[in-house]
């Protein structure tokens, strides 16, 4: 069966996967997840530590000067942007939510920054829900695997993944999907020719007729 395969093979590969962004708390979790748009998780390691030591919390991010945000970031892509957008989801998470993250979607969604994905990154690591982010690496590979299809767009996949994989670990299996993304089914060059899901692969196959 397609999906125990799929499940097996992600398995052996990424037994124990977790978030190649470095964070300590709900909060750190979800301003590195606003950061990491458009931008490498190793490039949001690299300004966060000065970020979260000087801002730790939204009480203090709120009153962030903009140019020291800016200055922090401006090695990653949309600094300008993304310094606005966390110092004013910390003013709406101060004002709003007794500087809490919020564990319910229409909430988080409401935070500058913060769309779907982000949303569903958070509600999954941070309150145990069983949802799923896509971003461009589970995008590809549900496709290329035949769960979703080319014309689908990011919530028509992420609901067939939600249907194809019911009573799996989901959280579990965006990072599983994303490392298999990055590391093996790349966009270009994907490394085909030793991958475990050869048989079930569409991209494999019509690469191969």
Not at 174 to 190: D, K
């Amino acid at each position: 069966m397609k999906k125990v395969l799929i499940i097996k093979a992600l398995n052996e590969m990424f037994p124990n996967p977790r978030s190649d962004l470095n964070y300590s708390n709900n909060f750190e979790m979800l301003v590195a997840v606003v950061l990491s748009a458009q931008t490498t998780d190793v490039s949001v390691n690299k300004v966060t530590p000065e970020l979260f030591r000087k801002y730790p919390n939204p009480d203090t991010l709120k009153d962030a000067p903009i140019e020291d945000l800016e200055n922090i970031l401006k090695s990653i892509g949309l600094y300008k942007t993304k310094a606005k957008n966390i110092k004013n989801l910390s003013q709406i998470l101060h004002d709003k939510f007794n500087s809490e993250i919020p564990s319910e979607r229409s909430d988080l969604e409401s935070l500058p920054g913060v769309g779907r994905k982000t949303a569903n990154v958070v509600l999954a690591n941070a309150f145990g829900k069983n949802v799923i982010a896509v971003d461009t690496h589970v995008n590809r590979v549900s496709k290329r695997l035949g769960i979703a299809k080319e014309s689908d767009n990011i919530l028509e996949v992420e609901n067939k993944i939600v249907k194809y994989f019911k009573n799996n670990d989901l959280s579990k299996l965006h990072h599983q999907l994303i490392f298999f993304g990055r590391y093996h089914c790349l966009a270009r060059n994907p490394k085909c020719e030793n991958c475990p899901l050869q048989e079930v692969c569409l991209f494999y196959k019509n690469k191969n007729k």
